[in-house]
């Protein structure tokens, strides 16, 4: 189980609109402090609802990518080209040393050699360094409520496909390199528009597209985080100069299972018809995997790491974050999966839930028993 929800994790980290750079909205927010800001990304999944806080925020945005992904986004932003896969030449557009920034917002990798690099052309030219991590680099989960001083995954080699232990290596380059101009954020679940995730994809894609589901009938402890919310955070950072670790998890209040699946229901007024059933019989009959086979469900009393759906995101909040309103973040999560507004990684779609014909043996089997 605790590798699975690893692999899970790791899945979900490879895991992804119209830009808002109307020259009127852009320039109402000039007066203020409009920072240059250099976005390593921003056009996947994070990228993008980041991009766009930052523009709200009325900071000059400059985006660094391959320019393969998503194209289409953000046609009025500066965007220079590079490969960071291909080391340090892959950063020759970005030659120019007189060019700087305030902020570096680096929003994808798992490589700490990427970092490094960046770091290493970037160090002189920017005075704060923002890294998007995860919650992924928490050396196990079995404590409630745990806070950004909690120990980390040990470990010191670069391992392809071990995202846990990569991000915290990738940490350790941003805290060396920029030791008092750090900001390093751990997500947790992030749902939204673009996520390739399970909440979109198989969550309410079964609310929506089938006559009958099965549920748990159970209200542990659920966490996830709209890329709007992080995106906002982000901005704080930059406008504020935050620095440190927060943990980025939500909803604003404290959610059950059960509250997040009717909810959902509800909010998008879905006729499907849910069977509440036992978790013994989910677990034990049929051999269910929570949070795996059963994405966001993690039954905290007999689980090993019950900590892992209630992590503490007091820092944050102090440091203001704020949230977006669930039945909003239901809506645009969906929308986004039906206009297949998401980048599926290769293999992700294997990685969560069950198949129809698993879910109707279940439900036959259910119903044959009452
Ligand atoms: N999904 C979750 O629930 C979750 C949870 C916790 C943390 N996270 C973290 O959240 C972040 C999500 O990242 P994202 O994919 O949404 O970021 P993003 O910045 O929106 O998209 C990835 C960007 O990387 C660029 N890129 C890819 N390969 C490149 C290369 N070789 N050289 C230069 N640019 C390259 C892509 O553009 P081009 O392809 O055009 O180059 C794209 O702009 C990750 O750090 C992940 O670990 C996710």
Same mark, same amino acid.
Request: net charge positive.
């Given at each position: ?37 250099? #976005? ?63 902020? #570096? ?68 380059? #941003? ?86 699946? #009717?909810g959902a229901?509800e909010t998008l ?55 977006t309103d669930y039945r909003e973040t239901v809506k ?39």
């Amino acid at each position: 189980m605790k590798n699975k929800r690893r692999e899970f994790i790791r899945n979900l980290g490879i895991s992804g609109i119209a830009a808002l750079s109307s020259p009127t909205v852009f320039s109402r927010f000039k007066s203020m402090s409009s920072l240059r800001v250099l #976005v390593l990304g921003g056009t996947n999944f994070l990228g993008p609802a980041i991009v766009k806080s930052l523009l709200r925020g009325g900071h000059q945005v400059t985006l660094f990518n391959r320019g393969i992904t998503n194209r289409h986004l953000f046609p009025n932003l500066k965007k220079i080209k590079g490969d960071r896969e291909k080391g340090i030449s892959g950063y020759s557009n970005l030659g120019n040393p007189n060019e700087d920034w305030d902020v #570096v917002i680096d929003v994808w990798p798992q490589n700490p050699q990427l970092v490094k690099d960046a770091v290493h052309i970037l160090k002189k030219r920017t005075t704060h360094y923002v890294f998007i991590s995860s919650i992924a680099v928490y050396a196990n989960y079995v404590k409630i409520g745990m806070d950004e001083s909690s120990p980390r995954r040990k470990g010191t080699n670069y391992e392809p496909g071990h995202y846990n232990l990569n991000k915290v290596l990738c940490e350790k380059v #941003v805290e060396e390199e920029f030791p008092d101009n750090f900001t390093i954020l751990r997500p947790g679940a992030i749902v939204g528009d673009r996520d390739s995730g399970p909440f979109g994809t198989y969550v309410l894609n079964r609310l929506m597209n089938r006559t009958e589901i099965l549920a748990p009938n159970a209200n542990d402890p659920v966490q996830f985080i709209d890329a709007k919310d992080i995106g906002r955070f982000v901005n704080t950072c930059v406008a504020h100069s935050k620095k440190g670790y927060y943990n980025l998890v939500g909803p604003a209040t404290k959610m059950g299972y059960k509250e997040m699946i #009717v909810g959902a229901k509800e909010t998008l007024k879905s006729p499907v018809k849910i069977l509440w059933m036992d978790a013994e019989f989910l677990i034990t009959e049929m051999k269910l995997e929570p949070f795996m086979q059963v994405p966001f469900w993690i039954p905290v009393a007999s689980d090993p790491e019950p900590g892992f759906h209630q992590i503490s995101n007091e820092n944050a909040i102090k440091a203001g974050l704020t949230f977006t309103d669930y039945r909003e973040t239901v809506k645009t999560s969906y929308e986004s999966f039906k206009e297949k507004r998401f980048i599926l990684e290769e293999g992700s779609e294997l990685v969560f839930g069950i198949s129809a014909k698993r879910e109707n043996e279940i439900i036959a089997k259910w119903k044959g028993r009452s």
